[in-house]
């Protein structure tokens, strides 16, 4: 049985989002696929300001996540992968929500706005790499009817990434 996806809203990240964003990801288990340890607010000033420019440039990035009441939760949405190793040259989507957000569909519901956004934008396939333990992301890329396409050890963690592919 289906359950109804919630309502979420996505926005272009603000010079604000980053201090929500540092606000959110605060959690040993939010980051736990994502480095192990929260980040300086420096990190997500300049990740909401490059979110920005790939907005512009290229018609989507990760966007701020919002839900009915307007509450920022987290992010989702697309940008050219930014590594030297894995799907090189390929526009991966992402998601990363807030430990209170979890488990009510908010990423799957927001992904899905994301590829339609991406489809939109004439991007022709995305990835999604997601950590092997990281059993709620790969959930979510089930979800979105992605499959299991390519499998990386991280160069600096040396962990296992699977790579998730969907044509669009």
């Known amino acids: ?14 010079d604000e989002d980053a201090v929500a964003w540092h606000r959110v990801f605060d959690d040993p288990a939010v ?16 990740l909401t300001a490059r979110q920005r420019r790939h907005d512009a440039e290229l ?7 919002l839900d009915a009441s307007d509450r920022v939760i987290g992010f989702t949405g697309a940008q ?7 799907p ?16 009510q569909g908010y ?4 992904a899905g706005v ?7 934008a004439g991007v022709p396939s995305v990835v999604a790499m997601v950590m092997a333990g990281n059993s709620r992301s790969v959930a979510v890329t089930r979800r979105l009817g ?8 991280t160069p600096s963690r040396n962990e296992e990434g699977h790579c998730y592919r969907l044509d669009l």
């Not at 980051?31 to 300049?46: D, K």
């Not at 050219?80 to 894995?86: D, L, N, T, V």
């Open 59 to 65: 018609g989507f990035c990760l966007w701020t996540m």
């Open 31 to 46: 980051m736990e696929f994502h480095g192990g340890r929260s980040a300086e607010l420096s990190f997500y000033e300049e």
């Open 114 to 120: 994301t590829l339609e956004r991406v489809r939109s």
């Open 107 to 110: 990423a799957t519901a927001a």
């Open 1 to 14: 049985m289906n359950r109804a996806l919630p309502a979420v809203r996505l926005r272009v990240p603000t």
């Open 88 to 103: 090189v040259g390929e526009i991966e989507i992402g998601w990363r929500l807030g430990r209170e957000f979890w488990g």
């Open 146 to 153: 992605m499959r299991l396409t390519d499998v990386y050890t």
């Open 80 to 86: 050219p992968w930014p590594r030297e190793w894995g």
